[in-house]
């Protein structure tokens, strides 16, 4: 018998291909929930611009100003249920600083988030480089490969 399939919705509010988008968080969810063990219920990605990250950065976590990825999670009967913000603006701007593609970043910012989304933390020295090390690894299985500059 198959694993019930996790209903994975994609918005994108930002220029990306809305299709290969779609593929992609659907794989990440996969790949997150085979490593991690868990069971995903329901996933919601929102490829966001700037100004619609930063209305929901400040009334989520009373910061002004536009963020990378902000995820909420609740437990639900079939499993977790997840939502996700990722900034196409800030992924691009990031990208350019670091030499990679905006669209490599923001399939950073997706794992990062699903990986919140499972209990990973990156508040201290030691959660940071486990949650870089599972993107790292996952973000290879998607075929993304390396984001992070060697050495960090």
Known sequence: MNAPTTLVEVVCE???DAARWQRLATAAVDAVAQREGVRF????????RDAAMAILHERHANEAGTTDVLAFVDQ???GLEVDIAICHDEAHRRAAQL????????????????LHATGHTDDD??????????????????????????GA
């Open 14 to 16: 930002a220029p990306v």
């Open 76 to 78: 639900g009967a079939g």
């Open 41 to 48: 219920a329901r996933v919601s990605v929102r490829v966001l």
């Open 99 to 114: 030499g990679h593609a905006g669209e490599d970043e923001l399939a950073l910012y997706l794992v990062h988030g699903l």
């Open 125 to 150: 020295d030691d959660g940071c480089v486990r949650m870089r090390a599972a993107e790292a690894q996952l973000l290879q299985a998607l075929g993304v490969g390396r984001v992070y500059p060697a």
